[in-house]
């Protein structure tokens, strides 16, 4: 069985993430997002809130693909988390070279740590790949329109969380 994890603070889930999801599900046989706690970013959402929102957006994924995916927090190490829930591929999204710089400084050093698990980079469909989640709550707490960045359901939660 080909599995996959695809890390990230969801914090939210964005319509990029959504896209590299469902195009991921034709590589591996079940997909595990990792839904990192990542303290040191201060995310807005809690994990309860963040995992919740990943669940609601994968439920409709899988109805469609038919796919297994499984949402997985966790606070380790990504090459541990990887091992952890047996994943042989890690995702993931690429959007700009700045993210291409990080990641493979990222890559270089998760294969010191394991080099039997993969690293694949996707990027979102062409319409997606501007859209940051640091970006989207800066749209929100001003008062800006997300819904073009966001699935409905958490356009609602942004607003809860701006007023």
Do not use: W
């Amino acid at each position: 069985m080909r599995i996959g994890l695809y890390p990230g603070t969801f914090d939210p889930i964005t319509l990029g993430h959504t896209d590299i999801i469902q195009r991921a599900m034709a590589l591996v046989d079940r997909l595990v997002i990792g839904v990192a706690i990542n303290r040191d970013k201060g995310p807005l959402f809690t994990l309860e809130e963040r995992v919740a929102m990943v669940e609601a957006e994968c439920a409709a994924i899988i109805a469609k693909t038919g796919g297994e995916i499984i949402v997985h927090p966790f606070e380790n190490l990504l090459i541990d988390c990887a091992r952890d829930v047996g994943a042989g591929i890690i995702i993931r999204g690429l959007r700009a070279v700045a993210d291409f710089e990080y990641e493979f400084q990222m890559v270089g050093m998760n294969r010191a740590l394991d080099s039997s698990i993969e690293t694949v980079f996707m990027m979102a469909d062409a319409r997606r790949q501007a859209i940051a989640s640091k970006l989207v709550k800066e749209i929100a707490r001003l008062g800006g329109d997300v819904s073009k960045f966001v699935p409905a359901p958490v356009v609602g939660a942004l607003a809860g969380k701006f007023g």
